[in-house]
Structures are given as structure tokens and as C-alpha cells.
């Protein structure tokens, strides 16, 4: 049976002679041009004849080969479901069969047409754009101060787009019952580098009981023939799994009360990394019904854990919506929704207001590099012709697909969401997930440092990149750079507990003092370049990795973790810890469970000591030295090393330092670490004579008054009449903090 299918072409290449030429090669090879059979407002159009369900064409100058032809990668499919009128565009592969729409004016002008009436306070409205232009994209729905609402929709293939909602009883061509009288149709505007690419709808919406839930019908320019899509910029994802709607949140009716709140500086973070299901989930002292919700960490933070504790700051695991339920939240399906299961926005908000009102930064989990596999609305939602899932796609990672990191666009999408998290949600800085130039293009983590900080948007958000191995590039000038979680120390720190090989990493006494000192010599320019930690949600934690390599013995086990923990509270960098490591609990990676029954602080001798001990670190400056060189400086010393005399720790897994600040004497303070399976001992230059009190050891922690009880006339304070301590004998597996009190203190 024959058809017959008319094909409009716009000839946007300006051919004199455009020919089309169709080909099928299905084992009985057709070739064969095409001639215009007419012209319109347009461009040319061609009647064609077919009797296959599908064929190729492409076009070209003139008749005969040797003319100039399309390039290849513009071939186009024709199907017999587009039916019997299609139209095409030059330089894109896309087929359509609607008329594609025209441009009706640029975004500049229809952004200062409506500026008055963006709300300033807690609102972010997106005008991100990397390429320099100010081009304000206005993408997602945004309420406006009229109560109106804008809705902005980013897609340089669509032929058209409408908007339909429960507003409109979801209509539009795609409605199996269509009522054309209340579609929405958006309308094209020039966007992104002047080229009609953005999608903009005003509306002024009904009263309803409950909330405003949208999608976009795009017709064309997806790798389907239209399609229902939520909006990438969502805040919120619907109840209803089926649907997965987007919907409309309205960021300016909570009332927060954190205005004299202000982001700490770097050195002064002591990071708690936690999971928002994991840290309440049957957690006895949380009502059920909050347990493993934002209300459930709301709840720990007002009855005051964190600051009893001592943290500065909570490092929360992916806050953005996963299509899944349970989980570590590594999997997202677009980047600014709010993980429903956690609770509202509202909620959210609550939860970081109640955190600034304590005293606590809040950190959020950003995943960029891939998406999840299960639903992912970006996934061929752009057909561009650029590979397996579209525009938003590169490649692929172990966990799947790559995001594009590094196209403008997609950038521009990536740092709105920041921007929006720190506007509406008041989020003091990001930990950015697995951002090795294998994963994730480093032009996005320029971009987005100068974006957010240098262009004045918060030059005081905490930046921290996932990076192993680590690399330079991302430090920045140093002081400004991104904070890297150090797998220097990390890895090393496990090779010396477990007294083995952890990694490729051996417990050997080879460059022993690069991790203690922010890993300098490998990759940091800064101590802000430095995140260290033996612990987290992707590995093990120090009790569970040390029985990898047979060491079972409780007491053992127990001593190793203050040690790991120890060391990662003194050494140079900013410390973090995990959930329940504060109990020094047994835990294997990827585990979100704390089993608050049986780690109870008022009985667990673990979590005094570590209470105590990171008050110690959040006390005194000299145990949070900042700076590209304290040695050059003239505030850090090595006093024990494998790298020293012997008497000093000559090959052997000891390590020591002494912080000497001379505008303030009473910062002067001493630390030793013995990660040998006996006793070392040791000759001490303590450089200034008099009384060194013990703060603390493996074992106790005892501040100064008014924090704790010391008195500097204990007997195991150390009172010099020089400098040097012939003999400290160090126990094995121990650790030491000492601090040079003037006599006029005690």
C-alpha cells in the first residue's frame, strides 16, 4: 500500500536547489531525489510517495553527488506513525510533526518586564549563566508577588511545549479527550546565547484545596514523539509514585529567624556527617512518626545533641528526591526537589533555621555526576544527536550514566540549584559527590566557586569536593579553594590501624608526616584545601576495618578507634566524623543504622571521651592552625617523626608537633601520636620551659576550667626548667595533647 507524507523543510542553509534525497536500505536498496513540490511562509515542502513504514532523507544543494550535501549527523528518520505532514529544520536531525513555534522576543526583555514582581527575601529566581551574557533564564515555577505564577521551561529541540496542570484538568493535544479552549501553550523565546531555547507561561491560577501540580507536553526534540515531562527545576515531586508530578512550593511563607546568623570560616569546622533516614530510624528518645524525617534531626538539635557534642557543622547526606525508598540518596532524579520522604520544604527550612539557632552549619550532599537510572526525567528528554540520553549526558561512571558537566547549560541548571538551596533554604555550603575529572568536569566547580562566591552571590559558603585521587586544579588560590576530603589521610590512617596494607596504602614510615600536616606535599595549597576523617558513609569504620586484618581483641579494637579519631581531631585540615563514631561503634561501609539503645551517651565512656576531645579541638586555636605553610610560618614544629634523629622517633610509626604562636603564649600546645604495637620512647622539645598540662590521652580528656576541671597541678602535668624533655615514653597505640600553661594562668 502506497502513502503519501508532505515534508516541510526551512532551508535555513539558504541552498538555491534544495533537493531532497530519500534512501531505504532493508536488503533492497532505494536512492532517489526529490524535487520541491511547492513553497510556504515556511520554507519548501516536498509530496512524497512511500510504501515502506519507514525511510532516511537528507538534503542537499542541487542534483548529482558532487554538490554540497548536509552533513552526515543531520540524516533524519521518517516513521508512518508522524503521519502524513512533518516538518524539519536545518542543522538538526530532529523530525517533527507539528510546525515548529517562532520565537516571540527574548527572555532580557520579558525578565525586566516582570522584575518588579519577584519576591527578595528567601526566593531564588534562576538567572545563572556561565556564558557571560546575563542572559536570566527564569526556569521552574516561580510565584510571583501578584500571584501569578511563572513557569520557564529550558529546551532548544521542542517544536512546541504546553503547560498542564490540575489547574487545567491536564489539557492539551496529548489529553485523550482535549478540550483545546484550555490549553496552555507556552511560548519560545530567545534564551541561552540569543538562540530560541527557553519556554516561558504565565499564569494566574485558580483557588484550589491542594497544591499545584504541572507537568510540560513537549511535542518534539525528545527521542519520542511528545511526551509528558516534570520539570527539571521542580522544588517538589507529587505523593503519587505513578505520576510523579511536579509541583509548585511557595519558598517565602516560612518564617525564619536565623538573621544574625553568620557561616563559620573553614578552620573553624568540626564536620558530622549524617544520613537523615539513618541518624533518628529507631532512634528511642524520637517520636515514631518523625523518626527518620528532618523533624526527627529538628528534634536532636533542640534538645541540643550536636552542640553537647561539639560539632560545628552537619554534613547531611543527598537531600534531593530518589526515586526509590530507603537508600543513601546517591541516585537523584533531578537536583533541586526535596526528598519527599524526609519531609516538606518546610520542614527542611525548620530543620536548618533550628541548626543556626544552635550554634551548627548545615552542608548539603550535591550529586552531579550522574543521575538515577531507575526514573530520570533528563534521560532523552533533549534529542540533540549527541549520544545515549541526550543533552544532559556524556559518557558514562560506574553508578551508570555522566552528566554533562561543563556545558553551559547544564552548568547553568547545576549552579541554580545551589543558589536556590542557599536562598531558600539558608544552606551554609555543599559537599560536591565524587568529583574526580573522570566523573565530573572541573569547569562546573570553577565555575560554580566564581558564581557563588567570588561574584559576591555568598563569599562565605563552605565548598567541599569528594576527590579521589585528589587532585590540585580544584584548590583554587588556596584559602578559597575547594575543601577536599583527604584520601591521604584517610587511606593512611586505616594502613597504620589495621597494621597492614589498606588500598595499596602500606603502614610503612614513608612520608608518615604529609597527612598530619593537610597533605601538602601531595595535593593541598591550604589547610582549607583539607577535609580529614578515618571514617564515613563510604567506609568502614575503624573497629569493623581493623578485624579485617585479624585483630579482634575488644579492648584493642576500642584503642584503635580513639587513636583513629584522635588523630584525625589534631591533625591539620578540618576534622569530620561520622554518625556513631562518636560511640566508636562497629560498622561496615554503606551502613546507615545507629543503634541508639545500645550506644547511650550517659553510659558510653567512647562518647565522653570524644565529646571531650573535639571541645578541645573547637577551644583552642592551636589545635586548628590556618595557613599555606605554618612551618614557613613559624607557628608549627615537627618534634617526632621517622624522619628525625633517634631519639626523636627514627624509623618508627611516630609522629609529633608542637604549635608555637608568639603574639599568645597560652596557645602553645604539644601533640604526640603512637601508632606503634609497643612502647616508644622518646626525647620531647617542648621549646618552652615551664608547665605543660595534659589535656588529654588515649584514654581521658580533661579540659582547663571553665570547660572542665584541670588543675595544671596534677601531677602528670610536665614542669620544665628547659626546653627539652629527655624522656616521654610513649604506650603503644596511644596519643598525647598537651598545652603550655604561664604560670600567671594557674
Not at 539513618?278 to 552542640?307: C, H, L, M, S, W
Not at 584541670?710 to 595533647?737: H, N
Request: net charge negative; aromatic share 14%.
Amino acid at each position: 500500500m502506497r502513502y503519501k507524507v508532505r515534508i516541510h523543510y526551512d532551508n535555513k542553509n539558504g541552498f538555491l536547489e534544495p533537493v531532497l534525497w530519500v534512501w531505504v536500505s532493508d536488503g533492497a536498496t532505494l536512492e532517489k531525489e526529490i524535487m520541491p513540490s511547492g513553497r510556504d511562509d515556511f520554507g519548501v515542502y516536498y509530496d512524497l510517495y512511500y510504501n515502506r513504514s519507514d525511510f532516511r532523507f537528507i538534503f542537499k544543494d542541487g542534483r548529482g553527488k558532487k554538490v554540497r550535501w548536509e552533513r552526515q549527523q543531520f540524516g533524519r528518520t521518517f516513521h508512518r506513525s508522524l503521519g502524513d505532514e512533518i516538518w524539519t529544520m536545518a542543522n538538526r536531525h530532529n523530525v517533527y510533526n507539528v510546525r515548529p513555534a517562532e520565537p516571540q522576543g527574548n527572555v532580557k526583555d520579558y525578565y525586566r518586564s516582570i522584575k518588579h514582581l519577584i519576591p527578595e527575601e528567601n526566593y531564588y529566581f534562576p538567572t545563572t549563566d556561565v556564558s557571560g551574557l546575563g542572559i536570566p533564564s527564569m526556569l521552574g515555577a516561580n510565584i510571583l508577588k501578584d500571584g501569578s505564577i511563572l513557569f520557564g521551561f529550558f529546551h532548544p529541540r521542542a517544536a512546541r511545549v504546553y503547560l498542564v496542570g490540575n489547574f487545567n484538568e491536564w489539557q492539551c493535544p496529548g489529553h485523550p479527550y482535549p478540550k483545546e479552549e484550555q490549553f496552555i501553550e507556552m511560548g519560545l523565546y530567545r534564551g541561552f546565547y540569543y538562540q530560541p531555547n527557553i519556554w516561558l507561561a504565565r499564569i494566574n491560577p485558580p483557588v484550589l484545596e491542594f497544591p499545584i501540580e504541572y507537568k510540560f507536553y513537549v511535542q518534539g526534540g525528545c527521542t519520542d514523539v511528545e511526551r509528558y515531562v516534570p520539570d527539571p527545576y521542580t522544588r517538589l515531586y507529587s505523593d503519587d509514585y505513578k505520576y510523579r508530578n511536579s509541583v509548585v512550593v511557595d519558598p517565602t511563607k516560612f518564617r525564619w529567624t536565623d538573621q544574625d546568623w553568620k557561616t563559620p570560616d573553614v578552620s573553624d569546622l568540626i564536620l558530622y556527617e549524617l544520613n537523615i533516614y539513618g541518624f533518628t530510624d529507631n532512634d528511642p528518645d524520637i517520636p515514631e512518626e518523625i523518626q527518620g524525617t528532618f523533624k526527627g534531626v529538628t528534634a536532636r538539635i533542640r534538645e541540643g545533641y550536636f552542640e553537647k557534642l561539639g560539632v560545628t557543622a552537619l554534613a547531611l547526606m543527598p537531600t534531593a528526591e530518589v526515586p526509590m525508598k530507603r537508600g543513601l540518596g546517591y541516585e537523584p532524579c533531578t537536583f533541586m526537589a526535596v526528598e519527599k520522604d524526609f519531609g516538606t520544604p518546610d520542614d527542611f527550612r525548620e530543620m536548618v533555621n533550628e541548626a543556626h539557632r544552635h550554634g551548627l552549619a548545615v552542608i548539603t550532599d550535591q550529586v552531579y555526576n550522574h543521575t538515577s537510572n531507575d526514573f530520570n526525567p533528563l534521560w532523552d528528554l533533549i534529542d540533540d544527536g549527541s549520544g545515549d540520553g541526550g543533552f544532559y549526558f556524556e559518557g558514562k561512571t560506574m553508578w551508570g550514566n555522566r552528566v554533562a558537566t561543563g556545558r553551559d547549560e547544564v552548568d547553568n541548571m547545576l549552579i541554580d540549584a545551589c543558589k536556590m538551596l542557599i536562598k531558600e533554604y539558608h544552606i551554609d555550603g555543599f559537599r560536591f559527590d565524587a568529583t574526580h575529572s573522570y566523573f565530573l568536569n572541573h569547569k562546573l566547580l570553577h565555575r560554580l566557586a566564581h558564581e557563588i562566591k567570588d561574584s559576591g552571590f555568598k563569599p562565605d559558603a563552605i565548598l567541599i569536593a569528594e576527590n579521589l585521587p585528589n587532585e590540585q586544579d580544584i584548590n583554587l588560590e588556596g584559602y578559597n579553594g575547594y575543601a577536599q576530603w583527604s584520601n591521604i589521610f584517610h587511606d593512611k590512617i586505616k594502613a597504620l590501624l589495621r597494621e597492614g596494607v589498606f588500598e595499596g596504602v602500606g603502614n610503612g614510615v614513608e612520608n608518615l608526616g604529609v597527612p598530619f600536616y593537610f597533605s601538602k606535599e601531595s595535593y593541598a595549597a591550604h589547610t582549607n584545601n583539607a577535609i580529614n576523617f578515618c571514617e564515613s558513609h563510604d567506609e568502614n569504620s575503624v573497629q569493623f576495618e581493623v578485624t579485617t586484618n585479624g585483630i579482634t581483641d575488644p579492648v584493642l579494637k576500642d584503642r584503635k578507634a580513639r587513636l583513629g579519631l584522635m588523630a584525625t581531631m589534631v591533625s591539620l585540615g578540618q576534622p569530620m566524623i561520622y554518625m556513631g563514631q562518636e560511640f566508636g561503634i562497629e560498622r561496615e561501609r554503606n551502613r546507615i543504622k545507629v543503634e541508639w539503645v545500645k550506644y547511650s551517651e550517659a553510659t558510653n565512656r567512647f562518647y565522653n571521651w570524644t565529646r571531650g576531645l573535639i571541645h578541645l579541638r573547637k577551644r583552642y586555636r592551636g589545635l586548628k592552625l590556618s595557613g599555606y605553610n605554618p612551618v614557613e610560618e613559624g607557628t608549627f614544629a615537627w618534634v617526632l617523626g621517622p624522619w628525625l634523629e633517634e631519639r626523636r622517633g627514627k624509623g618508627k610509626r611516630v609522629i609529633g608537633w608542637r604549635v608555637l604562636d608568639n603574639r599568645a603564649p597560652h596557645e602553645r600546645m604539644l601533640v604526640m601520636l603512637n601508632f606503634e604495637a609497643h612502647e616508644v620512647p622518646v626525647e620531647v622539645d617542648f621549646h618552652t620551659p615551664g608547665r605543660w598540662v595534659k589535656l588529654a590521652d588515649i584514654e581521658n580528656v580533661n579540659d582547663l576550667p571553665p570547660e572542665g576541671t584541670k588543675d595544671p597541678q596534677d601531677p602528670d602535668s610536665i614542669l620544665l626548667d628547659r626546653g627539652i624533655l629527655p624522656e616521654f615514653v610513649l604506650p603503644p597505640y596511644s596519643g598525647f595533647i598537651y598545652k603550655y600553661v604561664p604560670e600567671q594562668l594557674h
